[in-house]
C-alpha cells in the first residue's frame, strides 16, 4: 500500500503534516477497511533511524555469505 503512488490514492490532508486514506480489502471472504495515516515527520524521522540500521544489517549479510562461499 505504502509503495504505490499518492495518485492512486485519495488522501486527505490534516493538520501537523498529516494526512489519511482508507481502502477496502477482502481476506478469507471476510471484508475489511483501512484506515491509513501518515506523517511525514514521523516518515523522516523513523528513515533516520532505519537506515543505518539497514546499511549495518546489509553488509553483516554480505560478509557472511562472502565468509561461507570461501568454504564451499
Not at 485519495?10 to 471484508?31: H, N
Request: proline share 4%; hydrophobic share 40%.
Amino acid at each position: 500500500m505504502l509503495a504505490l503512488p499518492d495518485e492512486t490514492q485519495k488522501w486527505t490532508l490534516l493538520d501537523k503534516g498529516y494526512k489519511v486514506t482508507s481502502f477496502s480489502s477482502t481476506y478469507g471472504a471476510v471484508p475489511q477497511r483501512w484506515l491509513l495515516v501518515f506523517s511525514q515527520q514521523a516518515y523522516t524521522r523513523e528513515m533516520a533511524t532505519l537506515q543505518p540500521t539497514f546499511r549495518t544489517l546489509f553488509i553483516f549479510d554480505y560478509e557472511y555469505y562472502i565468509k561461507i562461499g570461501q568454504f564451499e
